[in-house]
T-cell receptor, first 107, second 115 residues
Framework: AQRVTQPEKLLSVFKGAPVELKCNYSYSGSPELFWYVQYSRQRLQLLLRHISRESIKGFTADLNKGETSFHLKKPFAQEEDSAMYYCALAGRGKLIFGQGTELSVKP | EPEVTQTPSHQVTQMGQEVILRCVPISNHLYFYWYRQILGQKVEFLVSFYNNEISEKSEIFDDQFSVERPDGSNFTLKIRSTKLEDSAMYFC?????????????FGPGTRLTVL
């Protein structure tokens, strides 16, 4: 079965601290994985996807097929990073989302 | 930058009533989607649509739901007889292709409240 798991509902860190938002997936095949972000009262926006291997707003994510993980990392969190983060798996044109992790960055 | 738009932003209806949620996808996109998010739960896929027909639908998308592209710009989701459990945020999305590597662009959502 195709599934995405984000084990943390809420992650609270101080400004400048490293951040890691966890994402594990279950998929039989070669996965295409995405991170979407939703800032307060705004739409879901693509943050990054594993095929592009880009770093957006300082965030990176590496696909680890052995651990079936796609954790999102940032070395130094900023207050403006506070948002909901969703990991998503693309399968046959549809997205399967995790539960989401709320990141709160405190000053 | 072009965006997906959705109307209304908030819809309140009585149980058993029909509702139509509207979306205007990005103009050169060919693939359209509806997702929903019940409060406190994950975003769930409902249906995908291409070339004037449903490509795929989830088990949530039962006979109470239908989608339509009535003209060259709008994409609608109709719920025939709303239930309390239909209360959720409904997101429309569009993409240029249905390839799994393509980005889906989301609208701001319509909050549906069924009383």
């Amino acid at each position: 079965a195709q599934r995405v798991t984000q084990p943390e509902k809420l992650l609270s860190v101080f400004k400048g601290a490293p951040v890691e938002l966890k994402c594990n997936y279950s998929y039989s095949g070669s996965p295409e994985l995405f991170w979407y972000v939703q800032y307060s009262r705004q739409r879901l926006q693509l943050l990054l996807r594993h095929i592009s291997r880009e770093s957006i707003k300082g965030f990176t994510a590496d696909l680890n097929k052995g651990e079936t993980s796609f954790h999102l990392k940032k070395p130094f969190a900023q207050e403006e990073d506070s948002a909901m983060y969703y990991c998503a798996l693309a399968g046959r044109g549809k997205l399967i989302f995790g539960q989401g992790t709320e990141l709160s960055v405190k000053p | 930058e072009p965006e997906v738009t959705q109307t209304p932003s908030h819809q309140v209806t009585q149980m058993g009533q029909e509702v139509i949620l509207r979306c205007v996808p990005i103009s050169n996109h060919l693939y359209f989607y509806w997702y929903r998010q019940i409060l406190g739960q994950k975003v769930e896929f409902l249906v995908s649509f291409y070339n004037n027909e449903i490509s795929e639908k989830s088990e949530i998308f039962d006979d109470q739901f239908s989608v339509e592209r009535p003209d060259g710009s709008n994409f609608t989701l109709k719920i025939r007889s709303t239930k309390l459990e239909d209360s959720a945020m409904y997101f429309c999305a569009s993409s240029g292709v249905a390839d799994s590597t393509d980005t889906q662009y989301f609208g701001p959502g319509t909050r549906l409240t069924v009383l």
